[in-house]
């Protein structure tokens, strides 16, 4: 076995034991891109290896993707398979885990009109609604990992030919999600403990709210009451470990969804939806967008946020230090999984009702009547720099440094 096959073993082993951490007698879904097969078999090895009692495939594919938005009528955009939505549910509802493995959609839509990816991205999103929130309420183990592409890998090392840049690609990857490591299981355990000390810290001063600046960023987010900061691992609904993102360095929560005033400015491209956004800034009014610009990709920012009246308040206030190892890498991803645990972010639309007591357990009108967003999006975009600070204030008004120069301040 070659020392790549070695390595894309352990990722694989990585992806089942500590992404999804799949248990005796659980069923696995797999989403992943028909270029990943191989990959996809060795993780289906593994989690039967592990005890799954039955692991399932849903595959996809960029140009068949592509092709539809070329080719389809309007009214297949706004359909989607009733009987996918119901399996998911049910897969959901019995307790399956999810692990989602993507690969970025550089450019693929760049020639399509943002109304019908708009309209398409709304009917996904609504056929999808309960299956993501059984997700998003940690209600049922997922995880989301990637797996590189020459089409990528050639984005990200634009200077460097196919088949180097992929290998540059893949030795990244290794690097940031700790597969280049002797034990990758024990590292990422080890990670674990250092989020939590953050976590932990965090949690005991419960600020009421952060005040952000930096160039082009003048923020304030209020914090509602009972909210937790959460990182690293999660716990599902059956008390299972699981990491939602591979790689992540990150600590999040959620905002007061009328709290959220003043001006921030993106600092890394964002990809969604096959289309690169640049440049993007927005100006934040008792915690609507009220204004915003973008250098590249404006009408798709303008079709996210008029998807519906949540998807222009922010759900996630995540933390990052500039010095992380993605960071440090000096690379751009154009790939928020990676992008975004490089930086600072937060996210548009839906909120993590388990980053407020008893979130998990609340409907959607009484998380809304507690100041939690919901929306049918959920969408990170980077805000971190060097220059990025940012002051906690207590309940009693005075201010504290949680971020200096982009890094943790305590």
């Not at 290896?49 to 938005?69: I, M, S």
């Not at 952060?210 to 690293?232: K, S, V």
């Not at 005033?261 to 800034?281: A, C, D, Q, R, W």
């Not at 809304?368 to 967003?373: F, S, T």
């Amino acid at each position: 076995m070659t020392d790549f096959e070695q390595k894309l073993e352990k990722y694989a082993e990585l992806a089942v034991k500590i992404g999804v951490n799949v248990q005796k007698g659980q069923t696995l879904v797999v989403n992943a891109p028909v270029v990943a097969v191989d990959f996809v078999r060795k993780v289906t090895r593994i989690a039967y290896e592990a005890g799954a009692k039955n692991v399932y495939h849903r595959w996809t594919d960029n140009l068949l993707t592509l092709t539809k938005f070329q080719l389809a009528p309007d009214e297949a955009l706004q359909e989607f398979p009733k009987w996918e939505a119901d399996g998911l549910e049910q897969l959901a509802k019995e307790g399956a885990a999810f692990l989602d493995i993507t690969t970025p959609q550089l450019d693929l839509l760049k020639d399509i009109d943002p109304e019908r990816i708009a309209l398409s991205n709304k009917t996904v999103s609504q056929a999808l609604h309960t299956y993501r929130n059984y997700r998003m309420a940690d209600k049922v183990s997922w995880s989301i990992l990637a797996y590189p592409t020459e089409e990528w890998a050639k984005k990200v090392f634009p200077e460097t030919e196919g088949q180097e840049a992929l290998e540059k690609l893949w030795e990244q990857v290794f690097k940031l999600t700790r597969i280049d490591r002797e034990d990758p299981v024990a590292a990422w355990k080890e990670h674990q403990r250092n989020l939590s000390e953050k976590v932990r810290y965090l949690n005991e001063k419960k600020y009421k709210k952060l005040h952000y600046r930096a160039p082009g960023t003048d923020l304030t987010i209020e914090f509602p009451d009972g909210y937790i900061w959460a990182g690293g691992a999660s716990k599902n609904e059956a008390g299972a470990d699981f990491f939602a993102n591979i790689p992540t360095e990150e600590v999040f929560t959620l905002p007061l969804k009328t709290g959220v005033n003043g001006t921030v400015k993106s600092t890394k491209p964002l990809n969604y939806g096959g289309k690169l956004i640049e440049g993007l800034s927005f100006v934040f009014k008792d915690g609507k967008i009220v204004d915003f610009s973008a250098e590249q990709g404006y009408d798709t920012v303008k079709k996210l946020l008029d998807t519906d009246e949540g998807s222009r308040y922010l759900g996630e206030v995540a933390l990052v230090p500039y010095n992380s190892p993605i960071s440090e890498s000096g690379l751009i991803f154009f790939n928020t999984l990676f992008d975004e645990n490089a930086s600072c972010h937060l996210a548009i639309g839906a909120a993590y009702p388990t980053c407020l007591e008893g979130g998990e357990k609340l409907t959607r009108e009484e998380l809304e009547a507690r100041g939690v967003n919901s929306s049918l999006t959920h969408v990170d975009f980077m805000i971190g720099s060097p220059e990025l600070e940012i002051d906690g204030e207590t309940r009693s008004g005075e201010r504290e440094p949680v971020f200096r120069n982009g890094v943790w301040a305590f």
